[in-house]
Each structure stands twice: as structure tokens, then as C-alpha cells.
């Protein structure tokens, strides 16, 4: 994962020297993250037994995010963008029963590019809209202890989606100023179900057992509605504030 950041910090550094001449912003932003649809899920109230591989929902229920985005005029007005960028989402669900606590996180680190469309460019603030085709990689862990020591990990998998979002870019001094929107991500267009076999070692998630351990199979996303297996739809809503850098040509005077 290291290495697909410093590939895309190198490549917005290249877009800055090759697009010198031409409006050019790059933006770094982190913020709130609201999973919605099945990536956001409740545990149950009492401690039952819980499948955590054929889960209807991936039982989050909150999370953060940190990205950069670069973004190319490609009008003379400024208002019309190509944009590029990688984000990382991290998503946490957790319970505590009388005998047993879990703790669940799903995260997904995102390359996406688009274009972007820029309100009044020569203002002081700036309104935008923007949509883009992202490839999304999933990872996680689900951590259980108390009368059983859970530790399963989820599988690392990849998946289409797009993004649309919306913001306000305020200059607040001549070469950068701060940057606030709101993104709805739809993770994955394109779903799989996934076929897994599981190795365990005790009765792990009821009341009544002795502490035990469980091994096995990662967890799959297994999104895709086949037969009898129900299709998830992981989506969530990403709110951010951050800071804008402008390099080329001069953006005009804000007003």
C-alpha cells in the first residue's frame, strides 16, 4: 500500500512541473466518514452466534478519511478539471456483551480520477461539482476477547465504484486556501461472491462456552446476489475540510 502513495504523490508532483503553464491545484483533506447502506450494520443486542463471513452487513458504524487530490485545467476560464487523487477510508463497528466485546474495522483505500466542474473560478469562493471512476481495495480485522480470543482478518479485495461530490474551494491567501465538500461513494459496482471454508476451534461466540480460539479463512466481502447468497451494496458518505495549494498561471483576482 506504501508504495501505490508514493506512486501517486510522484505522479501529481510530475503534473505540477509538466503543467507549469496551466492552472494546476493540489489538495490535501481528512475528515468524518458515515457508512451507509451494508457497510453500516448493528450487532445484536444479546450475544448469539454471529457469522461474521456470511453477515448481511459489514457492521460499522462510523469512520474517518485522509486523501490528496490533484486537479489539471483543461479551459482557459479555469473551471473545467481533470482530477486524480487516492483516499483512505477507515471504518469501525464495535459491542460489549457481559462476557465478550468485538471490535470490527473495514478499510478502504481508493485511486480515483475524474473531471470537476468550477463555479465563478474568479471569485474569492468557489463552488464545484465533480464526479469520479474510483478502484477501491478492501482490508480489515474483526478482534473478539472475553470468553473466546477472536481474530479474524478480512480479505484483501478490490473493487469498482464511482464517486460524486460537491464543495467550496475559499482562497484565503495568494497561492492556497481551504477546501470543504461532501462525497457519496458507491464502492462496488460489480460484486462476487466468494466461496470459504473455515477452520474453528470451539463453540466461539455463545454465552456458555469456556475461552476458546478460532482460525480459519479470511473474511470475504461476498457482495454479489447469487442464489441464495445476498448481494451487499458498501457505500458511504465522506464530509472533509482541507487545504488547496494553486500553482501555473494566476487564477485572477478573486473578488
Known amino acids: 500500500?506504501?508504495?501505490?502513495?508514493?506512486?501517486?504523490?510522484?505522479?501529481?508532483?510530475?503534473?505540477?512541473?509538466?503543467f507549469s503553464q496551466t492552472k494546476f491545484?493540489?489538495?490535501?483533506?481528512?475528515?468524518?466518514?458515515?457508512?451507509?447502506?451494508?457497510?453500516?450494520?448493528?450487532?445484536?443486542?444479546?450475544?448469539?452466534?454471529?457469522?461474521?463471513?456470511?453477515?448481511?452487513?459489514?457492521?460499522?458504524?462510523?469512520?474517518?478519511?485522509?486523501?490528496?487530490?490533484?486537479k489539471i485545467a483543461v479551459d482557459s476560464?479555469?473551471?473545467?478539471?481533470?482530477t486524480a487523487g487516492a483516499e483512505y477510508n477507515t471504518f469501525s463497528g464495535s459491542v460489549d456483551y457481559p462476557s465478550q466485546s468485538y471490535k470490527n474495522k473495514v478499510n478502504i483505500f481508493?485511486?480515483?480520477?475524474?473531471?470537476?466542474?468550477?463555479?465563478?473560478?474568479?471569485?474569492?469562493?468557489?463552488?464545484f461539482i465533480g464526479l469520479d471512476l474510483a478502484v477501491n481495495f478492501f482490508s480489515g480485522k474483526v478482534e473478539g476477547s472475553g470468553d473466546s480470543i477472536v481474530i479474524?482478518?478480512?480479505?484483501?479485495?478490490?473493487?469498482?465504484?464511482?464517486?460524486?461530490?460537491?464543495?467550496?474551494?475559499?482562497?484565503?491567501?495568494?497561492?492556497?486556501?481551504?477546501?470543504?465538500?461532501?462525497?457519496?461513494?458507491?464502492?462496488?459496482?460489480?460484486g462476487k461472491k466468494s466461496e470459504t471454508t473455515t477452520t474453528t476451534t470451539g463453540s466461539v461466540l455463545t454465552d456458555d462456552e469456556p475461552v476458546t480460539s478460532t482460525t480459519g479463512s479470511d473474511i470475504p466481502l461476498n457482495d454479489e446476489t447469487v442464489s441464495?447468497?445476498?448481494?451487499?451494496?458498501?457505500?458511504?458518505?465522506?464530509i472533509y475540510l482541507g487545504i488547496s495549494y494553486y500553482f501555473g498561471k494566476s487564477l485572477g483576482k478573486r473578488k
Open 1 to 18: 500500500m506504501k508504495k501505490y502513495v508514493i506512486i501517486i504523490s510522484a505522479l501529481l508532483l510530475l503534473n505540477c512541473i509538466l
Open 25 to 70: 491545484t493540489a489538495q490535501l483533506y481528512g475528515g468524518y466518514s458515515l457508512p451507509v447502506a451494508d457497510l453500516k450494520g448493528k450487532f445484536p443486542d444479546s450475544l448469539t452466534y454471529i457469522n461474521f463471513r456470511t453477515a448481511k452487513t459489514l457492521l460499522t458504524s462510523y469512520g474517518i478519511n485522509f486523501g490528496i487530490k490533484g
Open 77 to 82: 476560464s479555469g473551471s473545467q478539471y481533470i
Open 110 to 127: 481508493t485511486f480515483n480520477a475524474g473531471i470537476e466542474y468550477d463555479i465563478n473560478p474568479s471569485k474569492k469562493i468557489v463552488p
Open 152 to 190: 479474524l482478518n478480512r480479505k484483501s479485495e478490490s473493487r469498482f465504484g464511482v464517486i460524486a461530490g460537491a464543495g467550496v474551494d475559499i482562497k484565503m491567501w495568494n497561492s492556497g486556501g481551504i477546501v470543504f465538500g461532501v462525497k457519496y461513494s458507491l464502492s462496488n459496482l460489480i
Open 228 to 238: 441464495n447468497n445476498t448481494g451487499k451494496s458498501i457505500n458511504y458518505v465522506q
